[in-house]
Structure formats: C-alpha cells, structure tokens
C-alpha cells in the first residue's frame, strides 16, 4: 500500500472519529424551569442524579451560613396494578455554616400529578418512605413558605420534625421515598422544593425556619479528546513525518 493510500485513509478515521464523537447523543439530564426551581422527571432518568440546594429563612429574614443539601437519584417507575410508583434515595445533609448550625428536620415539594396515600399506611401502591424519614405528611412549611403536597419528616406534621434529620457537620443521611400516582405516569414535575430547619444556633432571629430549593448546574468538565481521533491524529503525525522524511531520502545531494 503506498503511502498516499495510508494518509488517505487514516484521514478519513481520523474524520469519521470527529464526526461521531459530534453525534452521539448526551445521556438524559432531566428537565429544568428557567428560574431553576422545579424539575421534570420522565422515564429516561432512571439511575440519573440531580442536586438541589436549600438556602435559609428565619423569621422571614435570609440567614446566611443556613443552608442544606439533597442529591436525588431517581430509581425508575413501577406499576403496581392501576397505580404507578417513583422511587428516589435522597441524599440530605446540612450545610450550614458561617458560626450557623441547625438541623434539617424535613423535606417537602409540590407535585404536578396526584399522589396516592400520602399519609397512610406504608404499603405498597400508597405513597411511603423509609431511611431517615419514617413518615409522609401533606401539609404546610411555616414562616410563610406554605402548602407542599408531600412532606417526608420523623413528626406528625409538617411543621414539627421530632427530633430527626439531619444536623450540622453530621454528614449525609439517605432516605427513600416513594411516590405512588393513580394510572400509568411516565413523567411528572417536582416544584416549590424546600426544607424545615429546627435547633438553630448562631442567630437571634429564632431557632426554627425553612429553606427554599434550586437547582445549581455542576460545572463544566473541560473537553477530552477522544481516544479514536487521538489515535488516528498520532497515525496521521506519524505518516506526515515519514513522507518529508522519505522527500528527503529522495532529494538529490
């Protein structure tokens, strides 16, 4: 095979390399709102994780240093009977900081779609959860925060969270909750995330308040290059060098 054969073709590995590398398609990443507070879920999220981050209110009043932290990883829908159920671990920890400790006692949001049994017994088709929450409540976050169509906390309510969750410096805790839909539900919308904190410390505003939730895109990794298109550039050098070293060979002395 000439040399004019091989740099042809490795050029054309070298550009196939390129352009697939341009096409295939990025792995599913859920669906964001523009201001970053509510979070569509759909059946191609399965096993995926996203990040939300808790900020604090006391008293109405910001409070910096109060802060939280939920990774979710969504773990797939599954039919049982006419109901469907979303199944999450959530990874909660309290952040806070700047001379600010506290403990997160709950997590609550607002759901697009009708959920089953919030409330009642932790059996299969009904909305449930276990880890460190053991129960599920509808109800309100004080401080003005409002409704949230589900809330999983250790209290009776969503006001007041025993003495569970999840304190400062106390590392990450998981829980698991499941949400149960009547039907067949392959996506749905989780709004108006937000967090009970109780214990405060390090404030004078009160000892108990509530964080709002957002999402916040992890950076950018810088690019890579592929190992094919490193490869077939390395082949393609290689070649180059060879034919200027072969023109010189020829040259007359």
């Not at 004080?142 to 250790?154: A, I, K, L, S």
């Not at 919308?189 to 404030?203: E, H």
Request: aromatic letters at 10%; one cysteine or more; glycine letters at 10%.
């Amino acid at each position: 095979m000439s040399v004019k054969n091989i740099i042809f073709k490795l050029s054309a590995f070298y550009a196939f390399g390129a352009c697939f590398m341009a096409v295939v398609p990025s792995a599913s990443a859920f669906t964001f709102s523009s201001n970053s507070d509510s979070v569509t879920i759909n059946a191609a999220d399965i096993n995926q994780s996203f990040e939300i981050n808790f900020d604090g209110n006391v008293a109405t009043k910001n409070v910096e240093g109060l802060s939280s932290k939920a990774i979710f990883k969504f773990l797939g829908f599954t039919t049982v009977g006419s109901k469907t159920e979303a199944k999450f671990d959530i990874n909660l920890s309290n952040t806070s900081s700047n001379g600010i400790t506290s403990r997160t006692s709950a997590l609550g949001f607002n759901v697009s779609k009708a959920l089953v049994g919030v409330g009642n017994t932790n059996s299969s088709g009904n909305t449930r959860v276990s880890g460190l929450f053991s129960n599920d409540r509808v109800g309100s976050f004080p401080n003005q925060f409002g409704n949230v169509d589900v809330c999983f906390t250790d209290g009776n309510t969503c006001q007041g969270g025993s003495n569970g969750g999840v304190s400062t410096g106390s590392g990450v805790a998981t829980f698991s909750p499941i949400l149960a839909f009547t039907g067949n539900v392959t996506s749905f919308t989780l709004s108006n995330l937000g967090v009970r904190y109780q214990s405060i410390t390090g404030t004078k505003l009160g000892t108990s308040g509530t964080g709002k939730g957002f999402y916040v895109a992890p950076p950018v990794p810088p690019k890579k290059v592929s190992e094919p298109t490193t490869a077939a550039a390395i082949a393609l050098f290689a070649v180059s060098a060879l034919v200027v070293k072969k023109k010189k060979h020829l040259l007359p002395a």
